[in-house]
């Protein structure tokens, strides 16, 4: 098992080379902070409401709010959509490998 620590150490390890970009505006960094923390990974809701104040105090409206929270519990759908259909092929195949060895 791995800690966090040390995910963490390989995380920043592999962002050494990485070049630093340009600094987010504030109403962009409320944003990914607020879809961080609302995603189902996270699920912080203390820190949601944070976020979601700090992204209206830059500037965002109520609709950019509601589509940040679409798009990342759009993850979770597609998750339950796409795990469906492979737990679904599995199970196919199985009955079918059932039915030959039984039959």
């Keep these: 098992m791995i800690s966090l620590d040390e995910l963490r150490t390989e995380a920043l390890a592999l962002l050494t080379d990485a070049p630093a970009g340009h600094v987010l505006d504030e109403k962009t960094a409320a944003l990914i902070g607020l879809a961080v923390r609302i995603s189902v990974t996270t699920l912080d ?20 709010l509601h589509e940040t ?17 492979r737990i679904a ?15």
Excluded at 50 to 59: E, H
Excluded at 76 to 83: K, W
């Design 89 to 103: 092929e599995v199970l196919r195949a199985r009955l079918r490998a059932n039915k030959r060895t039984a039959g």
């Design 45 to 64: 809701g203390v820190e949601a409401e944070i976020y979601a104040n700090r992204a209206l105090d830059a500037g965002a409206t109520g609709p950019k």
């Design 69 to 85: 929270l679409v798009l990342v519990s759009g993850l979770g759908v597609h998750t339950l959509m796409e795990g469906s259909k």
